[in-house]
């Protein structure tokens, strides 16, 4: 796919900077809201303005977005500020008004996307359109849904295509709304180097305070731009209040973001690197090799255990194998999170092996 050279000459038409900024509010609220905030973007690194008029909401009953008519204050703050402007779409319905009343860029809620008829319909009210469409991931962790849909678009020959990365839904507690699975992004760029990426920190944060970190990842991780929720009174916001920053807030985390070019050129430079991801290279390998050492002692333990007739899941003992990590980790700067992940993973290989060697 060449999108990615597509959308670049688009954007370059409009003279947007990489890494590309949208911004905005979680829901386009009220006329003055709209403008305002627009108002206060327009001199950031932002280049567009986000707002969501219709509002996918879990439940029913909370704020539903305020539909056709928020478009209008869309076309307001557009001609007042020269920004321009993005919505998401729902239905074939949704893209005809957005079209009609002139909004620039359309995204896929990550609602929308986990659904094949629903993509199919809102491909086909595009069919040929120049507007750039950016499709978020589903909320599930399953990137041939992604790709399925962002297929589906450029079947309908939607040529500006990009996608959004807002993480993926868990049923854990984590510190994130929606955890990032890093892995499957890297999977996404790797299979379509040419699709633009954009990160969505605000939707897989949840919260304020790792916006900017999420961001430094991304940027690492050669995303393309960013969609950041912004608001002049977060607090006070209709929808997804607690993930809102200010205006202010987003100069200053674009202020510290070191945007790191994509190859960096000099001999010196690979040198640095190449030296560096021979240790890494190393170390995989003793990973590896650590792990199948004990995987040969859980064998032994499975074999005692089988001799012995006794039971090879012993919670407890797991219990305190996983905290002592935990606490360990802690120790050397690795998050208890990842360690719960590869702790549960070394476990379950371990009773496979258990199990194999009792049989
Ligand atoms: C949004 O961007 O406000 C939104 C509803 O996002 P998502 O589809 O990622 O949940
Ligand atoms: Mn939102």
Known sequence: MENKKELRNWLDAYKLDHPLVIAGPC???????????????????????????????????????????????????????????????????????ALEAGVDILWIGARSTVSPFIIQDIAEACKGIDNPVLVKNPINPDLSLWLGAV???????VKNLGVIHRGFSTYEKTKYRNIPEWQIPIDLQAKFPDLPIILDPSHIAGRRDIIQDLCQTGLDLNFDGMIIETHYDPDNAWSDAKQQITPDTLVQIMKDL??????????????????????????????????????????????????????????????????????????????????????????????????????
Not at 151 to 157: Q, V
């Open 258 to 359: 070191r945007v790191r070019k994509e190859k960096g050129g000099t001999a010196a430079y690979e040198h640095a690197l190449n030296e560096l991801r021979s240790k890494i290279d190393i170390t995989d390998e003793l990973i590896i090799q650590q792990l199948a050492k004990r995987m040969g002692i859980a064998d032994e333990i499975g074999k005692v255990k089988a001799d012995n007739n006794v039971q090879i899941l012993q919670n407890d003992r797991w219990n305190a194998i996983k905290n002592k990590a935990i606490s360990e980790g802690g120790n050397v700067g690795l998050s208890s999170e990842f360690i719960d992940k590869v702790y549960s993973a070394i476990h379950d290989e371990s009773i496979n092996h258990q199990h194999n060697v009792g049989k």
């Open 27 to 97: 829901s386009a609220e009220t006329e003055d809201q709209v403008v305002k905030i627009a108002h206060q973007l327009k001199d950031t690194d932002a280049t567009v303005l986000r707002a969501g008029i219709w509002k996918p909401r879990t439940r029913p009953g909370n704020f539903e977005g305020v539909g056709a008519l928020g478009l209008k204050w869309l076309q307001r703050a557009k001609e007042e500020t020269g920004m321009l402007t993005a919505t998401e779409v729902a239905s074939p319905h949704h893209v005809e008004l």
């Open 151 to 157: 297929e589906r678009f450029y079947t309908c020959d």
